[in-house]
């Protein structure tokens, strides 16, 4: 499954649903279902501003999954700026022109340690270092069907 890396406070916000349009340089044709991964960087300003505490954001783990259903580019800074309480980013338009539109977030009960990459990248469960892990995730998941499906 394809994962994106996404740093702190702003990974958090995406699988809380807070966070709709997830800002790039790049373009993607990519459409679908992502892993979220929180990165090992928190950008303290934001979470200042946000009034966020850093010390409560996993980082190095992935945390939640999301769709990714179109890709807007933003013509000027005015567009940016009309959408900034979707991205909840306060950037220059000459760094980030597209802007990811997110729907469906789900955040993972048991976060993955994983090592993040640029770009979207494939998440590889067989390389989890531990069995620990793959239990917890297959307790979670099969207790979550059970509860919510009897």
Same mark, same amino acid.
């Given at each position: 499954?394809?994962?994106?890396?996404?740093? #702190? %406070? !702003?990974?958090?916000? +995406?699988? #809380?649903?807070?966070?709709? *349009? $997830?800002?790039?340089?790049?373009?993607?044709? !990519?459409?679908? $279902?992502?892993?979220?991964?929180?990165?090992?960087?928190?950008?303290? &300003?934001?979470?200042?501003?946000?009034?966020? %505490? %850093?010390?409560?954001?996993?980082?190095?783990?992935?945390?939640?999954?999301?769709?990714?259903?179109?890709?807007?580019?933003?013509?000027?800074?005015? &567009?940016?700026?009309?959408?900034?309480?979707?991205?909840?980013? &306060?950037?220059?338009?000459?760094?980030?022109? =597209?802007?990811?539109i997110l729907e469906k977030p789900k955040q993972?009960? *048991? %976060?993955?340690? =994983?090592?993040? #990459?640029?770009? !979207? !990248?494939?998440?590889?469960? $067989?390389?989890?270092?531990?069995?620990?892990?793959?239990?917890?995730?297959?307790?979670? &998941?099969?207790?979550?069907?059970? +509860?919510?499906?009897?």
């Open positions: 499954m394809k994962c994106l890396s996404v740093c #702190q %406070p !702003f990974a958090e916000l +995406i699988v #809380q649903g807070k966070k709709t *349009v $997830e800002l790039r340089k790049w373009n993607t044709k !990519f459409r679908g $279902e992502f892993l979220v991964h929180a990165a090992k960087n928190i950008l303290l &300003e934001d979470c200042n501003r946000m009034n966020l %505490p %850093p010390k409560s954001m996993i980082t190095g783990a992935i945390i939640g999954k999301v769709s990714l259903v179109d890709v807007k580019k933003y013509n000027s800074e005015k &567009e940016l700026f009309a959408d900034r309480k979707k991205h909840h980013a &306060e950037t220059d338009y000459i760094k980030n022109r =597209y802007g990811f993972l009960k *048991v %976060p993955i340690p =994983y090592n993040g #990459q640029l770009n !979207f !990248f494939e998440f590889k469960p $067989e390389v989890l270092t531990t069995d620990e892990i793959k239990t917890d995730l297959f307790d979670e &998941e099969h207790r979550y069907m059970w +509860i919510n499906h009897h």
